[in-house]
């Protein structure tokens, strides 16, 4: 499964996984594809450090990125207490009475939140890439687009690609004229912050947008047909998340929440504002319905969101309230039906991608050459 950009990052499959998790990200790397972790939950810079070395430590010396969520457009001096002096209390009362009627206990007295959006503030992000640079990422990943043009200017100096999620071909433009090296085409179907494009439609889109630059398929791809099709419409890899949140090294601390990922279909994920304030695909459960009923006070804008709902994550995710139990996940959540490997995982994606590979042969009639 090689193409010019794995051959170019010295990987031996052109998959592409993002995860919050260290394991996830160095097991796919040894694997032979790419891992990518996610940085947004580091809050503290030795935090990232730390993992980081132990990335080192288990990567075999193959290549890896990072990923970062960071604004193109930069605010000057606005402090984490300034957003949360912005958020109303008829928000924070409606929060407290959703935790309150499904019995949800508070956190214990001097417990800080496990979960906080202060990763979606660009002063976190930026600390984050002082300690990435001193690392031998290969790729820097930013969820929200393209980072600023510093930042840009920055990774190239230590010869880090740059990779930008794109909703739209008019997105996709945008990174190209920013002067990104990855374009990944995230289909609607993705979890997390996504657009309103199916992948189908979009990552050729994409492609003809930015050429020659590669872009790499993203959005409803849990299989190695599904790779094979995203190839086929000129993707040079696919960047895959959902996929690895059942993986057997993932680390989700929630029996119930891992239960709750295997038994769902690809009819039970929802867009919705509820995490962050911006549209983000996620499990479907009370919660979100509650922040998407028209009756209640609807989600804030981010960040104030995210803030908003920092302690009640936290205290649904610790007491495992079932009903209000969610995350982000694309809808390829109804092929996640088994806990496996992440070896295994490859290894299925690889053998369906032969399958692919082969039946179109046959199709073309070139079956045996």
Do not use: C
């Not at 929060?95 to 009627?101: E, F, N, S």
């Not at 990944?184 to 189908?200: D, K, L, N, P, R």
């Not at 099709?229 to 996929?243: D, N, P, R, T």
Request: proline share 6%; aromatic share 6%; glycine share 12%.
């Amino acid at each position: 499964m090689k193409t010019e950009l794995s051959q170019k990052l010295g990987i031996e499959h052109a998959i592409f996984g993002f995860t919050p998790f260290p394991a996830v990200a160095a097991a796919l790397t040894r694997a032979g594809g790419f891992g990518v972790l996610g940085a947004v939950r580091y809050t503290a810079p030795d935090d990232l450090a730390r993992d980081l070395d132990w990335m080192q430590e288990h990567t075999d010396g193959l290549p890896y990125g990072l990923d970062v969520v960071m604004p193109a457009n930069k605010v000057e001096g606005v402090t984490e207490a300034d957003v949360e002096a912005m958020i109303p209390e008829s928000h924070r009362e409606f929060v407290r009475a959703t935790l309150a009627k499904h019995g949800v206990p508070e956190l214990a007295e001097g417990e800080a939140s496990g979960w906080r959006i202060t990763g979606w503030m660009e002063q976190v992000a930026r600390s984050q890439l002082d300690v990435a640079f001193d690392y031998p990422i290969k790729l820097l990943a930013n969820a929200l687009g393209s980072p600023p043009a510093d930042v840009v200017a920055r990774a190239h100096d230590h010869g880090v690609l740059v990779a930008a999620l794109a909703g739209s071909a008019r997105h996709a433009r945008h990174h190209a004229d920013a002067g990104i090296d990855v374009v990944v085409a995230q289909g609607y179907e993705a979890g997390g912050h996504t657009g309103e494009i199916a992948s189908m439609v979009l990552t050729p889109e994409v492609v003809e947008a930015v050429a020659p630059l590669p872009v790499l398929a993203a959005g409803g791809i849990g299989s190695g047909e599904q790779i094979a099709a995203g190839l086929a419409l000129g993707a040079q890899g696919v960047w895959l998340g959902s996929l690895w949140l059942t993986a057997t090294e993932a680390e989700l601390h929630s029996r119930a929440l891992t239960d709750k990922l295997l038994a769902a279909g690809s009819g039970d994920t929802v867009r919705s504002r509820a995490l962050t304030g911006k549209p983000a695909r996620q499990l479907r459960t009370e919660w979100t319905d509650a922040w998407d009923d028209p009756a209640g006070p609807g989600p804030l804008p981010m960040p104030l969101q995210g803030l908003l709902v920092a302690e009640a994550v936290s205290r649904i995710q610790k007491y495992e309230v079932t009903p209000l139990l969610g995350t982000p996940v694309g809808q390829i959540v109804g092929r996640m039906n088994s806990e496996r490997s992440v070896r295994q995982i490859v290894d299925d994606l690889t053998r369906g991608f032969e399958r692919a590979v082969d039946r179109i042969n046959r199709i073309a009639g070139r079956s045996g050459q």
